[in-house]
Structures are given as structure tokens and as C-alpha cells.
């Protein structure tokens, strides 16, 4: 079992940039996928990022391609979500998950969340 929980959102203007950080729980956090899902106000919870278990592989959703990038540190249990030029768009909640298996779908592993506001 796998404990998470996300830190660095906040307020930002448009064009800005936000790192979040996820800190995960427990001996074997090098065994688990990683990700990003984000649910804004009014919508469903959508994918945003992935990181395989080596950091080797990364996935994307288009809306945020090239604008921001996952990483991983195992030896520090944390994985991270750099996110550049954020729009008005990006706001929504942002949830850390994890999985022995592809977190791409529905990660058996959720963070309670972090707010990101991007303000126009």
C-alpha cells in the first residue's frame, strides 16, 4: 500500500509557472507507476501526466504536451509535475496516483489533492 500526498499548488497568473510535488509512503515506492490526474470545477477527473516505474517513460495528455514535464526521484519517494505557459484552462484540482499497474486508467492509489488556479 501506497500513501500520497501532493504540495505546490496555488495562484498563478497566465503564462506562469508551478511545480507540484508528490511525496509517496512506504518500502517499495520504485515498484509503483506514477501520475497526475486533474478535475476542474464542473468536469470529470482527466488524465495529465504518467511516469513509468524507472522514470524511463513518460506519457502525456495532448492539452498539456510540451508544456509541462513529470520526473520522478526514487531514492526520495517523490514525483513531481513542472508545469510552464499555464493557461486559464489548467485550473483544476490536481490528484497524485499510483499503481503497480498503468495509471493511465483508473490508478488504484489517489492524494487527497492540490488546488492550481491559473488566473487570466
Known amino acids: 500500500q501506497v500513501q500520497l500526498v501532493e504540495s505546490g499548488g496555488g495562484l498563478v497568473q497566465a503564462g506562469g509557472s508551478l511545480r507540484l510535488s508528490c511525496a509517496a509512503s512506504?518500502?517499495?515506492?520504485?515498484?509503483?507507476?506514477m501520475g497526475w490526474f486533474r478535475q476542474a470545477p464542473g468536469k470529470e477527473r482527466e488524465f495529465v501526466s504518467a511516469i513509468i516505474w524507472s522514470g524511463g517513460t513518460t506519457y502525456y495528455a495532448n492539452s498539456v504536451k510540451g508544456r509541462f514535464t513529470i520526473s520522478r526521484d526514487n531514492a526520495k519517494n517523490t514525483v513531481d509535475l513542472q508545469m510552464n505557459s499555464l493557461k486559464p484552462e489548467d485550473t483544476a484540482v490536481y490528484y497524485c496516483?499510483?499503481?503497480?499497474?498503468?495509471?493511465?486508467?483508473?490508478?488504484?492509489?489517489w492524494g487527497q489533492g492540490t488546488q492550481v488556479t491559473v488566473s487570466s
Open positions: 496516483v499510483a499503481d503497480v499497474g498503468p495509471v493511465t486508467g483508473n490508478p488504484r492509489y
Open positions: 512506504g518500502r517499495t515506492f520504485s515498484s509503483y507507476h
